[in-house]
């Protein structure tokens, strides 16, 4: 007899929470806020349905995890590549369509100019 937990609303709301930070902290760091508004209409990052057990939904978060680490450190680093795809396959195995590649990344890093985005989070915010 085999056992298995299913996965818990708080966990669906971490892994929302990850894809909310990726579009908000993430995506503007390296896209065009046109081009993001794209990867929304093609519902990138964006889970179709519930995850089935625990292990599951801990597999995603950690993938998340991962390739938010990644994506932060600065510079990118090749050393990373191997992680990142091994990561992105896990979120595909899962069914969160993740059409990037990590060489995308260092491209548009560079060619990206520092400006504001409608989607990154105020600054002050917290002041008000």
Do not use: W
Request: aromatic share 14%; hydrophobic share 45%; net charge negative.
């Amino acid at each position: 007899m085999k056992i298995v937990f299913a996965s818990t609303p708080s966990q669906a709301e971490e892994i929302n929470g990850l894809v909310r930070y990726i579009y908000s902290n993430i995506f503007p760091n390296f896209f065009s806020d046109e081009e993001i508004r794209q990867f929304e209409d093609l519902k990138i990052l964006h889970p179709f349905e519930d995850f089935n057990t625990l292990k599951d939904a801990f597999q995603v978060m950690t993938s998340m995890q991962t390739l938010i680490s990644i994506l932060e450190s600065s510079p990118l680093a090749d050393q990373y590549e191997a992680v990142f795809n091994k990561n992105v396959a896990t979120l595909k195995e899962f069914g969160l369509f993740f059409p990037f590649e990590f060489e995308q990344f260092i491209e548009a890093k560079c060619m990206k100019n520092p400006m504001l985005s409608i989607y990154t989070r105020a600054d002050n915010e917290l002041i008000i």
